[in-house]
Every structure is written in C-alpha cells, then in structure tokens.
C-alpha cells in the first residue's frame, strides 16, 4: 500500500462544475499537506499548501484537511477546461525533508 | 532566470552508458532535492541535500546512483552502467529553508526525461 493514496481517474466534470480531489496518507507524523498541478510533459506546480485542520480557500481553490481521519481533499470551483492536468496529493512530515507523492488524479473540464 | 533549471532537458542513452544530470537551484536556496518520475506515476523521492551536506540518500535505487553538491549549490545526479528501468522524468527542486521546517515550500524545475535504449 503506497503511503499516499489518490483515485487515478480520469474525473470528468463539466465546465463551470465543482471538481472533487481526494487524498488519504498512512503517515500520522505529517503535518504539510500540497497539492500540486502537473500538465501533460510538464514538471509538477505548487497550488495549495495546509497545515492545520480545517478549510484552506485560494480563489477558486479549496484544500480541507483532517488529520484524525488522514485525509485531504482539494476543491475547484467553477472549473475551466485550462485545469485539466494530473494533481499530485504530496505529504511531508517535519522530520524528513522529502516530501511523498500520491500518483495523481487525472482531471478532466469538459467545454 | 529566477527558476530551478535542469540540462539535458532530454538524455538518450545506450543501456550500460554513464550519464550526468545537472541541476540548478533558485539562488540561495538551501535545500536541494531530487525525485524521480515514471510514466503514470508521482514523483518519488531520490536524494536530499542540505547546502553541501548529503542527509537523505535513502531514496537512491541502487549503488549505480550517486548525487553531489560540492558548493552547496549546483547539484549532479549520476547515473552509471544505466538499465532499461532507468528510463523515467529525473525532477529537481529546491526549497529557501531547511529541514525541519513546515511550510518550507519546494520549487520544482522542468525535469530530464531519460530514455535508455
């Protein structure tokens, strides 16, 4: 079982939809919690950042984490065919400096 | 440029060559990292330098993987007597603070997409 654990898709949503991103991790140590973009043959591009439990809003971006349950989960409002991309659920635990990567969730905006 | 900056942008190597991958962080960061990227997949973590000081390798796949930072800035991964399973998106990012801290922020560069034969 990888350490973080992400639905590969493909998502499908329609354009002007709420898209729905989840993300659970095995490590009860990590305290950040990224969600990057990653465009087709492009390098992965930081979108969000939480620390704490609780809602974090970014435009139309919200990230929502709960540690007891070890689980984060992004949020795009009115989705626009330019965020279709991969996004990479990434876990760090203050002791390590790595960070650990989810394999992706494949999104798609529809027109 | 005010980015991570990586060379070759594409390596096309012969199975068994030697190849070097080069590294530039964002001027002043401390911490360097490398990760390596299969097709489908996430990144996976290499190696981590802090300035010149090498304190995470346990990423490294095998003794035919090998890392430095000799001046705590430019960074060289080496890949020697390279396989098949080598053939992957070599990603570099840096980061302005050190380990230990939360909200350090890590910026990725585009990466080297390594194809052996």
């Known amino acids: 079982q990888k350490e973080v654990e992400q639905n590969s898709g493909p998502l499908s949503v329609p354009e002007g939809a709420i898209a729905s991103l989840n993300c659970t991790y095995s490590?009860?140590?990590?305290?950040?919690f990224f969600w990057y973009r990653q465009y087709s043959g492009k390098s992965p591009e930081l979108i969000m950042s939480?620390?704490?439990?609780g809602d974090k809003e970014d435009g139309r971006f919200t990230a929502q984490l709960n540690k007891a349950s070890q689980y984060v989960s992004l949020l795009i409002r009115d989705s626009q065919p330019s965020d279709s991309a991969t996004y990479l659920c990434?876990?760090?635990?203050?002791?390590?400096?790595?960070?650990?990567f989810g394999d992706g969730t494949t999104l798609t905006v529809k027109p | 440029g005010a980015g991570v900056s990586q060379s070759p942008r594409y390596k096309v190597a012969k199975r068994g060559q030697d190849v070097a991958l080069r590294c530039d962080p964002i001027?002043?960061?401390?911490?360097l990292f490398w990760y390596q990227q299969a097709l489908g997949q996430g990144p996976e973590f290499l190696t981590y330098?802090?300035?010149?000081?090498?304190?995470?390798k346990s990423g490294l796949p095998s003794d035919r993987f090998f890392a430095e930072r000799p001046e705590g800035s430019v960074s060289t991964l080496k890949i020697q007597r390279t396989q098949q399973e080598d053939s992957a998106v070599y990603l570099c990012?840096?980061?302005?603070?050190?380990?230990?801290?939360?909200?350090?922020?890590?910026?990725f560069g585009p990466g080297t997409r390594l194809t052996v034969l």
């Open positions: 001027s002043g960061h401390v911490s």
């Open positions: 990012a840096s980061s302005f603070r050190g380990m230990g801290l939360v909200t350090d922020t890590q910026y």
């Open positions: 330098f802090q300035n010149e000081a090498q304190l995470d």
């Open positions: 490590d009860r140590g990590s305290q950040s």
């Open positions: 939480i620390y704490s439990n």
């Open positions: 990434a876990v760090k635990n203050t002791n390590a400096g790595k960070s650990t």
